[in-house]
């Protein structure tokens, strides 16, 4: 009789809890003859007695065994529980060895769950994509994951595959997606490579090669909607009119050298709101020096208040260090035209959602936030120690600057001293 893996990891497991063969043979569904033939040709030798145990010998060779069965030590008392996932917080090689083992013991996914620190739906998912909890095996598991981890990837709908012609002569019969994907299961179900999710197929028609196979259909169609590009599929509440952002002040019309940060004179600007949101802070971070400059709005925030008070801010600097500011898509900037016009300043807006392109503004704002923390009220807040704040990040030490001050680059790239 030839029996799997995962049969004689569970022999040995219950062996290791104490049960003698009998036992072993009356959970397992198999011979007694059968468990005493394999644990001797492993050398799992049994005190003598009916209920007898293995040896304190053989049970240091059980451990051993079961190791090399499952890629673990099976005495997972000491074990680290951080030493069970990798970096992105995936079961590593480790995890799934403990995984098997706990299951041999029957635990459900909750509690595998705890013992591992992850979710037990992470737990249910990695059981059920490696053929379930009775046909589970951590080594195959591991080099499942390990395959599928791998980069880069060729598209299933590459050029000249098999795949690809099925995919688009459907598309030319207009068919959608997904009832390309569900007939494709149908007709190919033991062939992996003549299966696609729907997904795939609107990726290839939307993003890859800039919707390659849909230019090579000879519908004029598609899909049935005639859509080029992806209907916004977000819960999120769709933002108010833009209009007024205008058709030439995004920010890839911003001039490239703003993006390497050679050239002094490009702002980046956000609100940092006070308690309630009722009052705010200005804060303006010149890019290429991190110098910055900060207002407190103690009343309001609307488009005029904030256009009035960036044009008081920086109205009385050197020209060539007012040449462009980028701002996030906040309606308190609905007036930047105003701006501009008094300032020769020109403003861009970053894309939606992106907070990551003024940057340092972001991090400036951090680190004024430990001058003034969340639910300050600044129209309780002076002056004065709005300027303490400003002369403080000027004057700091910056390993990005490489460990010069804002002030000392700033002054540097213009030539003359500024004073705030």
């Not at 007694?32 to 049994?46: D, F």
């Not at 080594?139 to 050029?159: D, G, H, T, Y």
């Not at 609307?302 to 008070?309: H, M, N, R, S, Y």
Request: hydrophobic share 35%.
């Amino acid at each position: 009789m030839t029996l799997s893996v995962l049969v004689h990891a569970r022999c040995v497991r219950l062996l290791l809890e104490g049960k003698n063969k009998v036992q072993v043979a009356r959970e397992l569904g198999v011979s007694r003859t059968w468990v005493k033939g394999w644990t001797r040709s492993r050398g799992l030798m049994c005190s003598m007695g009916p209920d007898a145990g293995l040896t304190s010998e053989s049970r240091e060779r059980a451990r051993v065994l079961l190791e090399r069965l499952c890629g673990v030590d099976p005495r997972l008392e000491s074990a680290d529980q951080r030493s069970y996932v990798d970096a992105r917080g995936q079961l590593n090689s480790h995890g799934r060895g403990v995984l098997f083992h706990l299951l041999l013991k029957g635990k459900k996914d909750a509690q595998i769950a705890r013992v591992l620190g992850t979710h037990r739906g992470t737990i249910g998912r990695e059981i059920a994509r490696n053929g379930g909890r009775d046909s589970y095996l951590p080594q195959q598991a591991q080099q499942r994951a390990a395959r599928m981890a791998a980069r880069p990837k060729v598209s299933k709908l590459a050029e000249g595959t098999p795949l690809r012609c099925q995919v688009a002569g459907r598309l030319n019969r207009r068919d959608s997606p997904e009832q390309i994907s569900a007939r494709m299961r149908l007709l190919f179900p033991d062939d992996e490579g003549m299966n696609v999710s729907h997904e795939t197929i609107y990726q290839a028609l939307y993003v890859q090669g800039k919707g390659a196979l849909r230019h090579e259909l000879t519908v004029e169609k598609a899909l049935r909607s005639g859509r080029t590009s992806r209907r916004p599929t977000s819960k999120l509440p769709r933002r108010g009119n833009k209009s007024w952002i205008g058709a030439d002040a995004t920010i890839s019309d911003r001039p490239a050298e703003v993006a390497d940060r050679a050239v002094p004179g490009h702002w980046e600007g956000d609100l940092v709101l006070g308690k309630a949101n009722r009052t705010a802070l200005i804060t303006l971070v010149e890019r290429t020096s991190r110098f910055v400059l900060i207002r407190r709005l103690p009343e309001r925030h609307d488009g005029t208040t904030v256009a009035d008070a960036l044009v008081e801010m920086i109205k009385d600097l050197p020209e060539q260090l007012r040449r462009t500011m980028t701002w996030d898509r906040g309606s308190e900037m609905s007036e930047h035209a105003t701006f501009t016009l008094a300032t020769d300043t020109k403003v861009y807006f970053c894309d939606p959602y992106s907070p990551w392109q003024r940057g340092s503004n972001e991090n400036t704002n951090g680190l004024i936030r430990d001058f003034f923390p969340k639910g300050t009220d600044f129209s309780e807040v002076t002056d004065e120690e709005i300027r303490y704040a400003q002369d403080n990040l000027n004057a700091r030490i910056r390993k990005t600057l490489g460990w010069k001050t804002p002030t000392d680059i700033l002054n540097t790239s213009i030539g003359v001293a500024l004073t705030t």
